[in-house]
């Protein structure tokens, strides 16, 4: 059995965040009494709980709910919403990828768009009963399972993606221009039009210099999860009983060699992966900062000397951004998994601040409004070819993800997580779908100890609920960017492209 360094509670809560204006930690860190404090003086909300609870009841009853393959969307069914108010422009835009999932989900294909649409402050529960809809497992003759939002999260906001994201599968998009959406949608055609990728899997992880945060991502999640992947292949093969899945080439770029020279080549041209794992810090930026919209969860890389030696701002060398791609850039056809703050996007309020910084009594703004990365969405409008999907995390990345107290590290919904997509069987959305599951068991057990707490005394143990309530937000603010119904498309080395087509 592995051993584990004993950590203090305060260890086990970091995130994995730099401030890019001063090159200092984006707040200081909290401690668990002071999230406990702030646990237990949230409100939750009841609905919210409600299909939280249902969840965890589908799990342990996996008979209660409508069974279908997630690898068939004539039975899962899929479907596109925007706002009510959305140019039509963008439907014209995505022409190419809607009749794709027309003709694969068939009846089961909807749009929800004008009076269908999303509406200002609905909420998940509204817009489902709108359409037909009540709590619990998806009915996909009325919702579809797999949903692709479209839209920034000022039009439909991050938290009805969070709300339906429990039962359902759910992606969003939001380009500046346009043509990025048409970009997007041909680049998802050309993926499913036959065209193979070899097998290759890329692991990276910065561990920067007297940094915790990285240190811990880089021996704790990136080195072991890149080993237990590659380890597991003979196991997916048998339990498959499919004697044609490809054989993957898994590569581990792991501290020192984990340079933005390196990733650049790992983000264009033919060194590009089918599947890309990250984990860094993710720079972030104070609100006004003109540097903030453009390069919020850009990622950190080992050029970065760390915190007892650079105490300077972040240079645009240290960290990896959507500017760093070039036009002629291809990804098509790959998925990337970005374990960093903000590497997905930024909420307008503070998740973090209320009850705990005394002097600001309210949720403090921490950008103008929510946003999307523009690293993940200049991935995946690139004008040559772009990614499928890339996963991310809105607000800050803990290590609670994957490293609990005194167990130590907690890899398996990570494993579940590629085992499903490394076998091309299923969609980015379904393999993602284990995060939801860990987000629907600690919300529920944390629930029931403030339960405890609030009605019959109970004394709280600060560290734990610390956890808990650190967990919670963690595991619900991983999202994904692009179309959930999208997967890999893999191949033997035979039988994969030697080049990467190119969008005409």
């Known amino acids: 059995m592995e051993a584990y360094p004993e950590m203090s509670a305060d260890e086990t809560l970091v995130f994995n965040g730099i401030d890019g204006a001063s090159g200092g930690y984006l707040l200081p860190e909290m401690t668990p009494s002071q999230v406990s404090a702030l646990a237990q003086g949230r409100s939750r909300d009841p609905a919210d709980l409600d299909e939280l609870k249902q969840r965890r009841f589908d799990l342990k009853n996996p008979h209660a709910g409508v069974e279908a393959d997630a690898r068939d969307l004539a039975e899962t069914g899929w479907g596109v919403v925007l706002a009510y108010n959305a140019d039509p422009a963008l439907q014209e835009a995505l022409a190419p990828l809607l009749s794709l999932r027309k003709e694969q989900a068939g009846t089961r294909f909807k749009v929800f768009a004008g009076v269908d649409g999303y509406r200002p402050g609905e909420s998940k529960n509204e817009f489902l009963e709108r359409h037909g809809m009540g709590p619990g497992p998806a009915n996909p003759d009325k919702v579809p399972y ?7 999260p000022v039009a439909i906001p991050y938290r009805f993606q969070y709300q339906i994201d429990v039962q359902y599968a759910v992606g969003r998009i939001h380009f500046d221009q346009i043509e990025e959406y048409a970009h997007y949608a041909q680049s998802v055609v050309q993926a499913e039009s036959g065209f193979r990728l070899a097998p290759r899997a890329a692991f990276f992880g910065a561990g920067n210099s007297d940094d915790r945060a990285t240190t811990m991502s880089a021996d704790y999640l990136v080195k072991p999860l890149a080993e237990n992947v590659a380890a597991a292949q003979a196991k997916w093969f048998a339990r498959a009983n499919n004697p044609g899945l490809p054989e993957w080439q898994v590569e581990t770029i792991l501290k020192d060699e984990a340079t933005k020279a390196r990733l650049g080549s790992l983000l264009g041209g033919d060194q590009a992966p089918a599947l890309l794992f990250s984990a860094s810090h993710g720079v972030g930026f104070p609100n006004g900062d003109s540097r903030q919209i453009p390069h919020q969860g850009a990622l950190i890389c080992q050029d970065w000397p760390g915190p007892q030696i650079w105490r300077e701002p972040i240079p645009r060398d240290f960290y990896f951004s959507a500017e760093d791609l070039e036009q002629n850039d291809n990804l098509l056809g790959t998925v990337a998994f970005f374990f960093a703050c903000y590497s997905a996007g930024t909420p307008q309020l503070d998740e973090f601040a209320t009850q705990i910084w005394r002097d600001q009594p309210e949720r403090r703004n921490i950008a103008p409004h929510d946003f999307i990365a523009s690293l993940p969405r200049r991935m995946l409008s690139l004008p040559k070819g772009g990614a499928l999907a890339v996963v991310g ?66 004394q709280p143990d600060d560290f734990k609920l610390a956890q808990m309530w650190v967990a919670n937000n963690d595991a619900r603010n991983y999202v994904i960017i692009g179309d959930p119904a999208v997967r890999l498309s893999v191949g033997s080395q035979a039988a994969a492209q030697s080049l990467r087509p190119v969008l005409a």
């Open 146 to 152: 797999y949903l692709l939002i479209v839209g920034d």
């Open 393 to 458: 995390h809105v607000e800050r990345a803990w290590g609670v993800s994957f490293f609990w107290g005194r167990a130590g590290a907690q890899l398996r919904v990570f494993e579940d997580c590629f085992e499903r997509l490394m076998k091309g069987n299923y969609p980015v959305g379904y393999a993602l779908e284990v995060f939801n599951n860990r987000y629907a068991e600690i919300s529920s057990d944390l629930n029931d100890e403030l339960n405890e707490i609030k009605k019959f005394f109970k």
